[in-house]
């Protein structure tokens, strides 16, 4: 049985004042035992990490805090780069490799989602790596093969005692900030396929055990109908994510 997870991605938004308020009241609204039931995280820009962790340790609150975006080497001249040790003495948990942005917009590649991913691993941190495709890859039909391969090249060498520590998020380029989602069923095939592609790579019951989520313009309307789906074990939010009620409304989702 997988627990779900409910992961906020705040993107670029929130300076610290903000996100000590926007933490503080999902910290108020999501009751302590709800969090036995379904992971909750939240993903401030790198600035209000410490402030997130600062609100919450101070609620003694299970919620967890993780990342956007991580660099592979420890330390050195990367300008502008923040490590996995770094993030780990903070307090951080868990950390976004991949997201589409940083591919489309950053350049990232399957290489970097990979040295990302198993430099998170061995520094503790739990990756949720991103994979989707473009709204072309889907209308051409060779979405599946884009997204394993994805799979494929960002978990490459990663082996089964790895994946204990590895969360898959599945996000549709076009879904994503578009207030387009995919159905229930659209999401379920592709999530049904990394699923089997993480069998061929680790064994079914590895695949069985790893948590897939689904985003992509998930909010409280549509959030029923994708937890539903069996491959679908919880979401990456964005846009939905910077509003307290909203959040909680998806965690609360996640409960049932
Ligand atoms: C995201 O950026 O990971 C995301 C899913 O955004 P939104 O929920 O706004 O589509």
Redo the contacts with the bound molecule.
Sequence with gaps: MRKRMIAG?W?MNNTRPEAVVLTQEIANRVPAAWLDQVDVVIIPPFIDLLPALTVLDFDKNEIAVGAQNCYWEDHGAFTGEVSVPMLKDLGVTYC?VG???RRGLFGETDEDVNKKVKALIAGGITPIM?CGESLGIRDAGEYIEFVTAQVDAGLAGLDDIDMKNVVV?Y?PIW?????R?ATPEQAEEVCAAIRAKLADMFGAETAEATRILY?????PENVDGLLAMEDIDG???????LKSNDFKALIEAATK
């Design positions: 991605n993107k976004i997201h589409s942005e991103c998020a996000e879904a994503i900030g578009t207030g989602t985003g992509g313009s998930m909010k979401g990456l939010i964005g846009g939905a994510s």
